[in-house]
């Protein structure tokens, strides 16, 4: 979860402060995380290998065809703010506070 939200906020600072190692940083950074997503979602070792290039392609893919119809550096802006946002979303829903009768 680290390297997507470390990721996901270089490509937001990237948009702001034009450094060119934030872009690398937070591309490496969300490969990474991308790759541990779909280690995630199988058990068997040869799976692992197969859903982590799946997740990263499909995500790459993804960005790329966006980056085909628009702005390169909106659309970095707009990968990153998603990806922190999800990182956000998956600490508040795990953070163990139940609000209800459960």
């Given at each position: 979860?680290?390297?997507?939200?470390?990721?996901?906020?270089?490509?937001?600072?990237?948009?702001?402060?034009?450094?060119?190692?934030?872009?690398?940083?937070?591309?490496v950074l969300l490969t990474i995380?991308?790759?541990?997503?779909?280690?995630?979602?199988?058990?068997?070792?040869?799976?692992?290998?197969?859903?982590?290039?799946?997740?990263?392609?499909?995500?790459?893919?993804?960005?790329?065809?966006?980056?085909?119809?628009?702005?390169?550096?909106?659309?970095?802006?707009?990968?990153?703010?998603?990806?922190?946002?999800?990182?956000?979303?998956?600490?508040?829903?795990?953070?163990?506070?139940?609000?209800?009768?459960?």
């Amino acid at each position: 979860m680290g390297a997507a939200l470390l990721g996901g906020a270089s490509w937001v600072a990237h948009y702001f402060v034009v450094e060119p190692a934030l872009s690398w940083a937070g591309a490496v950074l969300l490969t990474i995380a991308l790759a541990a997503v779909g280690v995630g979602l199988v058990r068997q070792l040869w799976l692992k290998l197969i859903a982590a290039a799946g997740a990263v392609l499909l995500a790459w893919s993804v960005i790329e065809l966006a980056r085909e119809a628009g702005n390169d550096d909106l659309v970095q802006l707009v990968a990153g703010g998603v990806a922190t946002l999800l990182v956000a979303i998956a600490v508040m829903r795990g953070s163990g506070t139940h609000h209800g009768n459960h």
